[in-house]
């Protein structure tokens, strides 16, 4: 047992040792002893053209050069003594020259030998054959006559060519035939109809075979099939053609590539389909062809190999066929035999490792003499598929070849054993520079030779010996793999080989880089054929490599066209067309690496239009249409439209008739009777509807009788007399055959009378005369041809014409509810006289006159309509203290009837209008005189007037006046100075009070506009009237006229900025509110609601605004169902709030300093002038003889200052005469101003503006004809 334990580790130290021989074969550089190897020899299978030389090659290195010798079908080839075959120099390969023989005379299986003194090596038999290309039999084809639907064949039989021939079908003008899943090809050539059609008859039908290596083409005489239509083809189940039967066995070599065909007859025809019975069809290697006929695998495997199923079906059945598929193998490498470089007294092995089915044979040789018939060598051993040396000595070198075959073919391998003592030697160049990106794998070369086989040590810059783990591998070849490298790995790296006879170095440096990246990659485009395409790449990369970027289309350069425009980090593809659809690729290449990122254009259009359109399954009122769907363009069809045209009633005109889903092609049509029918289809999908197709044949229908009557049947009378039958004609499509009539017939309804009929054609309404006045009628229409009748038509009720009524309404009574409001009741007329359709009643009412005064204005006739069933109505909008007239009479479909006599009513006195105007005049600083109008609509007697007024924010109690009617103005006094106050005044009458008209006005600015009075002259009118400070435009409050009866009683009464609107409201509906807008706004109106209350503020109001305000009910859907009139309400411009200088403390001390300092002074001069001389001021005058003094600003409360004339200019805002004087007679508490010209304005707020521009010497003049000494009184007045 220890003993066969050792002799078993022993074993495998032995075999460990040969595999690290056979597993590090190296090549020998070619400065070194070593047997010949083959590089370059011609295919075993070497089919030449007859019309150029034969080439054999053979090619070989060694050292010494080695030498070549040929054999032919086993026997030696002389070269040397055939003129026509020479070698090429320092080679061994045939050239042999036949321009002169015939190339079959030099057919055979030649085979080379290479030779040295260290061995023998042999090549592949190589088997030379001659191109073939025959010409085909001759032979007489008779024409081939079937019947429509059958199954054809149309058998090619081409000659046996060498290597194969193509086959191919043409017609006479060299055109393929057109193949589809009906019509096609086989492999062996046939051509195969799965049934024919009467356009398959033709007399072109030719085969054609051509032989690729002489390019030569043959034609088989043409067919002729002729396709009879006597009588129709009868649908059938599919069944199987090729291959026949439901099995069949197919054998195929391993690598190669299979073809399984199975083609069906049948009617209509089969579709094909392909399963595999125990798994599925082999990933990415298996294909459809030949319209599904054909399955097609390559690089076939042993796992191929099972049964297949082709599937025939048609609407009608199906039919299956099982295909066996064996897989066989010629050999094939699983591990060919490698050199071997030993050094004396070492140990190797050669494996010849092959796989096939069958199983192979192996032999072995040594220098091309089968091992058996070999010298012996004590230190070879022959097991198998392996060779073993052992203790090889100096000399012993060799060739070895390996032959594998079996029933398929055959391998033939050299490998030679070469014996060498040799120190070891760096075989890659000194100093190279590796360039990898970073995260990469870098591998570093160290190829080195020598025997016994150098150790590789590897060091980076100079640091110890790197060994394998981490990101380092060392391979069996030498090389240093550094697997990801990263930018800490560049550096400087050193390389030992080192054996028994010596050692060796080599440097090399590594530099990793930064990658290649895409950062924004193209996106999936599917753009409108003419539209614009844009794809974006965007990249960063190592900033020391040079960048290159490249954009492909479909794996190919982009179309040399202008419409692509590349940019930088873009491609654009301008006015897209439909062959600009594929893929698009955006390269961006450094010398180091690259990055790659594609997206795909798809082009999308409106769909091409269907094509061959069929009728089939033909009935009497049905036809199954069928068609070819045309081409998509990547746009799924959504739906077909099918149309129709009817040649025979409306030629031209084509009708929508049905649709269809995007994944059918066929429809069931119903069809009327007499009817020529052509049809066509149309696709829709995202883009668009598709141009029609070509119509189909026409397809006629046989007439019958109507399958409908008329539709839309009417009755009714235009005229007293008359009944109006109408309805809508039957279309020629419903007509259903010819000699449309209508049959009319009517009678009076519920009556046992017979029915009275009429037969008309060619028109849409019939009249009835002498029909009485509004009776009801029963009416039927039916439509006949000249076969027969249409089906019993419907009864259809409606009345002859109408008439106006006959009599007014009687007992006619109004009754006042108020001054606005009155009742009309009125007895409804009898049935008998309505003569029509009782529609109402209509209520006409107008203002005869005003019983107060006489009234110019034109009488405004008003008319109320109430429905038939109402006897009573409301009169709205009335005047108070008004007479009216009102009249009511009945209507129906025909018009109105007579009305009763005019009836008479009075309204009641009610509340007045607002006064025609307020305002105030004769303004004094502690008076003014109101003054106003009469109202224009009194709606009474007025029974007087109040006045109410107060001082704006103020605590004063609100003074009130009654004032009495015959009154138009009073005069108030004991007002307070420099204050604004309000004044309301309203009229009234016994009903009660009006609208408050308002007017406000500041004492002391009004009293300043007074006109001057001169000394010994009356008051002088002024240039124009003095209007108030603010007045409004409309006085704030106003009724409104309701429009209904649930709005009574709306007015509105303003503030400075807001409105109060007030009302009464009698409805059912609690979704009440106030709408208003700008007056002549374009906007809409905005809402407030009010929550169940009659008054409402609208807030923040525009001074100097109009607007337009009503008050509305919506009900549950928020309808507006009632609605007062809109209401036009203008807010007043009130003046700004200032305050009052002349009521602040300060301003009060100031000009009591000035009266004193003015007093003194006057004192002085005074005294000064009794004394006859000359005053400062005196000088003053003196010097400037047109002085001016600037009164107080009105807006900011200073004073003005003496002003020197001599420039002409005027003062503005000047309040005083220029002299500064004021008669005695005037009230001291009045300021007035005097000039030349009346030179005066005032603003719009009725403050004065002056200027005044007089003479000089006028002034002068003035000044000094005054005698009288200025009093402190006058002086003071001068300066307020």
């Known amino acids: 047992m220890n003993w066969k334990r050792k002799s078993t580790l022993c074993e495998g130290a032995v075999m460990m040792l040969l595999l690290s021989h056979m597993t590090t074969a190296l090549d020998v550089p070619l400065d070194l002893p070593q047997p010949p190897t083959i590089t370059h020899q011609s295919p075993k299978d070497y089919i030449i053209d007859p019309r150029e030389n034969i080439v054999i090659h053979c090619e070989a290195k060694g050292k010494p050069h080695p030498s070549f010798s040929w054999t032919r079908n086993g026997s030696h080839f002389d070269v040397e003594k055939d003129p026509k075959v020479f070698t090429k120099p320092n080679s061994g390969t045939l050239v042999i020259d036949i321009s002169e023989e015939k190339a079959e005379a030099y057919e055979g299986v030649y085979q080379c030998t290479v030779r040295n003194e260290h061995g023998t090596a042999v090549s592949n038999n190589i088997v030379i054959r001659q191109s073939k290309s025959p010409l085909w039999s001759k032979e007489r084809n008779e024409p081939v006559t079937v019947q429509v639907g059958v199954s054809l064949i149309l058998h090619c039989r081409p000659p046996m060519g060498l290597p194969p021939p193509i086959i191919f079908w043409m017609d006479n003008n060299f055109q393929r035939l057109p193949q589809n899943s009906r019509v096609s090809q086989a492999l062996n050539g046939d051509l195969y109809f799965s049934n024919v059609l009467v356009e398959d008859t033709r007399n072109d039908y030719i085969c054609y075979a051509r032989f690729p290596h002489t390019q030569t083409i043959q034609q088989k005489q043409p067919i002729t099939v002729n396709v009879l239509d006597d009588r129709p083809a009868a649908e059938r189940t599919p069944s199987f053609m090729h291959p026949t039967g439901p099995n069949s066995t197919s054998m195929v070599l391993r690598g190669e ?79 060919a035999p490698r050199n071997l470089i030993l050094a004396p007294k070492e140990t190797g092995m050669l494996i010849c490792h092959v796989g096939g089915n069958p199983k192979p044979t192996i032999t072995w040789s040594v220098n091309g003499v089968p091992i058996e018939n070999s010298p012996n060598d004590p230190s070879r051993k022959v097991e198998d598929n392996k060779i073993i040396l052992s203790d090889v000595q100096a000399g012993s070198s060799a060739v ?157 350069e982009l179309p040399d066209d202008e419409r692509f425009v590349v940019d930088s980090d873009s491609l654009t593809i301008i006015d897209v067309a439909e062959e600009d659809e594929g893929t698009y690729t955006c390269i961006m290449n450094t010398t180091l690496d690259k990055d790659s990122a594609s997206a795909r254009l798809t082009v999308v259009e409106r769909p091409d239009p269907p094509r061959d359109l069929e009728l089939t399954d033909q009935r009497e009122q049905s036809v199954q249409l069928t068609w070819i769907p045309g081409d998509e363009h990547n746009s799924p069809t959504q739906l077909f439209l099918v149309q129709y045209e009817d040649s025979l009633h409306q030629p031209g005109v084509w009708h929508n008739m049905t649709e269809a889903p995007g994944t059918s092609a066929t429809a069931q049509l119903d069809l009327s009777p007499y009817v020529y029918y052509s049809f066509r289809v149309l696709a829709l999908n995202d883009v668009g509807m598709s141009e029609p197709s070509t119509p189909s044949r026409q397809y006629r229908t046989n007439p019958s009788q109507p399958d409908d009557n008329p539709s839309d049947v009417e009755v009714a009378g235009t005229e007293p007399n008359n009944l109006v039958i109408s309805w809508k004609e039957l279309t020629g499509l419903q007509s259903n055959g010819p000699g449309l009539q209508y049959k009319v017939s009517w009678r009076q309804k519920e009556t046992e009378e017979d029915w009275t009929s009429v037969i008309v054609a060619n028109v849409s309404q019939y009249v009835v005369t002498g029909a009485p006045t509004f009776i009801p009628y029963e009416v039927t229409v039916q439509a006949f041809n000249d076969y027969g009748h249409g089906p019993k038509p419907g009864v259809v009720f409606g009345y002859s014409g109408e008439d106006r009524p006959m009599v007014a309404p009687e007992n006619v ?33 107008w203002k005869e006159k005003s019983l107060q005064k006489e009234d110019s204005r034109p009488k405004e006739k008003k008319e109320l309509t109430f429905s038939g069933n109402e006897t009573e109505g409301r009169l709205p909008d009335l005047h108070p203290y008004s007479q009216y007239s009102v009249n009511v009479r009945a209507f129906n479909g025909k018009g109105d009837g007579p009305a009763n006599d005019d009836l008479k009513f009075e309204t009641p006195e009610g509340v007045p209008g607002a006064p025609a105007f307020l305002r105030i005049i004769d303004l004094n600083l502690d008076s003014l005189t109101v003054e106003w109008g009469p109202p224009e609509d009194e709606y009474g007697r007025l029974t007087g007037y109040t006045l109410k007024y107060q001082p704006i924010n103020s605590t004063d109690e609100l003074k009130e006046m009654t004032l009495l009617a015959n009154e138009t103005s009073i005069s108030l006094e004991n007002l307070k100075y420099s204050t604004r106050y309000m004044f309301y005044l309203n009229a009234m009458t016994i009903k009660g009070s009006g609208p408050v008209v308002t007017t406000a006005i500041t004492i002391v600015d009004e009293a300043l506009v007074r006109p001057a009075v001169e000394t010994g002259k009356g008051t002088e009118s002024p240039s124009h009237p003095i209007s108030p400070v603010t007045q409004s435009v409309q006085p704030p409050f106003y009724k409104a006229r309701p429009v209904g009866p649930v709005f009574r009683n709306v007015n509105y009464s303003l503030e400075e900025d807001h409105a109060i609107i007030n009302w009464e409201y009698t409805g059912e509906e609690n979704n009440v509110y106030v709408e208003y807008m700008l007056d002549n706004s374009k906007e809409a109106w905005k809402r407030e609601a009010v929550n169940g209350s009659r008054t409402y503020q609208l807030k923040n109001l525009k001074a100097g605004v109009v607007y337009k305000v009503r008050v509305v009910a919506n009900n549950h859907a928020d309808l507006t169902v009632h609605s007062t009139e809109e209401l036009l309400i203008t807010v007043p411009a009130m003046a700004s709030r200032q305050v ?21 002074l006057l004192i002085v001069c005074f005294i000064k002038r009794n004394k006859g001389g000359k005053y400062p001021v005196k000088e003053k005058e003196e010097a400037h003889q047109d002085p001016e003094i600037q009164p107080m600003k009105e807006d900011d409360g200073t004073f003005g200052e003496y002003s020197d004339t001599e420039d002409h200019k005027p003062l503005k805002g000047s309040r005083t005469p220029s002299n500064g004087t004021v008669k005695k007679d005037d009230s001291d508490d009045s300021l007035v101003d005097y000039g030349e010209g009346g030179d005066g304005q005032f603003n719009e707020d009725g403050s004065f503006i002056g200027q005044y521009s007089g003479k000089k010497e006028k002034d002068t003049q003035e000044g000094n004809e005054s005698s009288e000494a200025p009093s402190p009184v006058n002086a003071m007045n001068s300066f307020v």
Not at 280 to 289: A, E, I, N
Not at 296 to 324: F, M, P, W
Not at 1140 to 1160: S, Y
Request: proline content about 7%.
């Open 257 to 335: 590539t299979l073809e399984l065909e199975c083609i069906a007859d049948g009617l209509p025809t089969p579709e094909i389909s392909w399963t595999r019975v125990s798994g599925d069809l082999p990933g990415d290697r298996f294909s459809f062809q030949k319209f599904q006929k054909m399955l097609k695998i390559i690089e076939v495997t042993e796992a191929d190999a099972g049964d297949y199923r082709c599937l025939a079906r048609n609407r009608l059945g199906s039919a299956q066929h099982i295909i066996t598929v064996v897989v066989k193998a010629a050999p094939f490498w699983i591990s």
């Open 400 to 556: 070895y070849q390996c032959n594998a075959s079996n029933e398929f073919g055959y391998l033939l391998a050299n490998a030679f054993v070469n014996v060498l003592a040799e120190p070891p030697r760096v075989l890659t160049p000194p100093n190279n520079l590796y360039q990898v990106i970073s995260n990469r794998q870098a591998m570093l070369d160290c190829a080195s030779f020598g025997s016994p086989i150098p150790k590789i040590t590897w060091f980076k810059d100079g640091q110890t010996a790197i060994l394998d783990g981490d990101s380092y591998v060392l391979h069996e070849n030498g090389s240093l793999q550094i697997n990801p490298a990263q930018p800490l790995n560049s550096g400087k790296y050193t390389c030992v080989a080192t054996n028994t006879l010596g050692n060796k170095e080599n440097h090399v440096f590594l530099e990793v880089k930064e990658p290649t990246r895409i950062l924004k990659q193209p996106e999936y485009k599917v753009v409108q054929r003419g539209s614009r395409a844009v794809f974006e790449c965007k990249v960063k990369h190592d900033p020391s490599l040079i960048p290159t970027l490249t954009w492909l289309k479909d794996n190919g």
């Open 813 to 845: 009574k109004v009754l006042v509810q108020s001054s606005t409001m009155a009742e009309v009741h009125w007895e409804p007329i009898p049935p008998s006289a309505v003569r029509g359709r009782m529609l109402g009643y209509k209520v006409s009412y």
């Open 1140 to 1160: 009052d200088i002349a009521t602040q403390g300060w301003f009060i001390g100031l000009m009591c300093a000035i009266a004193l300092l003015i007093l003194v």
